[in-house]
């Protein structure tokens, strides 16, 4: 695994993903609880899998999905980062900031913490004219993180994610947008 740079905030560390996080990645991705908002948690080959694709983003793009640590005691809790959208929509061509925590991160701001340091990193570094993130509509605690980023929705931008069941209650999706001041 390659370590790839990191960005540092206050209490985080955004890094390159290690063998030591395959573990304890596949269990925040076999809870139910964390998995609420997507099809259906993940087996330990789906989440080793889900980590190679997330390195040859790196290697493709200069950026992706972080690993997410707490830089104090360097607990691995999950992952926060940019990633080019994978299908397509009346949005696209876009890249999106997302996160997934381990349930016993949540509620002490790291995905917020995290998440703006990866903006920085994409208007910054990166250039990128927006960042968006979307989520089904059920996930309001999602929801919250991103409106504390500071991003926008305009309800016409909500759409039906193409890649879920029709007719499914997680089909439905709201979008935010966040457009890089600089630009």
């Known amino acids: 695994m390659n370590p790839g740079a990191g960005i540092q905030t206050k209490r985080l560390l955004l890094r390159g993903w290690r063998e030591t996080d395959l573990d304890p990645f596949a ?7 964390v998995m609420e908002h997507f099809p259906a948690p993940l087996s330990q080959e789906q989440s080793d899998v889900m980590v190679a694709r997330i390195e040859q983003g790196f ?3 200069g950026f992706g999905l972080w690993a997410l640590e707490i830089a104090a005691t ?5 992952f926060t980062g940019l990633s080019p959208v994978s299908f397509e929509a009346h949005f696209t061509p876009a890249v999106e900031i997302g996160w997934r925590l381990a349930r016993h991160a949540w509620g002490h701001g790291y995905a917020t913490e995290a998440a703006r340091a990866a903006i920085a990193f994409g208007f910054d570094i990166a ?6 993130s979307f989520t089904s509509r059920t996930n309001v605690r999602s929801q919250r993180v991103m409106q504390r980023l500071g991003m926008t929705r305009d309800p016409a931008d909500d759409f039906e994610h193409p890649r ?7 089909r439905p999706h709201v979008l935010y947008r966040l457009v890089n001041p600089r630009a």
């Not at 269990?27 to 609880?33: H, K, V």
């Not at 360097?74 to 999950?78: A, L, S, T």
């Not at 250039?127 to 968006?132: G, S």
């Open 127 to 132: 250039r990128l004219r927006e960042i968006v």
């Open 59 to 61: 290697t493709r793009h």
């Open 27 to 33: 269990a925040l991705n076999a809870d139910p609880e």
């Open 164 to 170: 879920l069941s029709p007719g499914g209650p997680l």
């Open 74 to 78: 360097g607990e691995f809790i999950g």
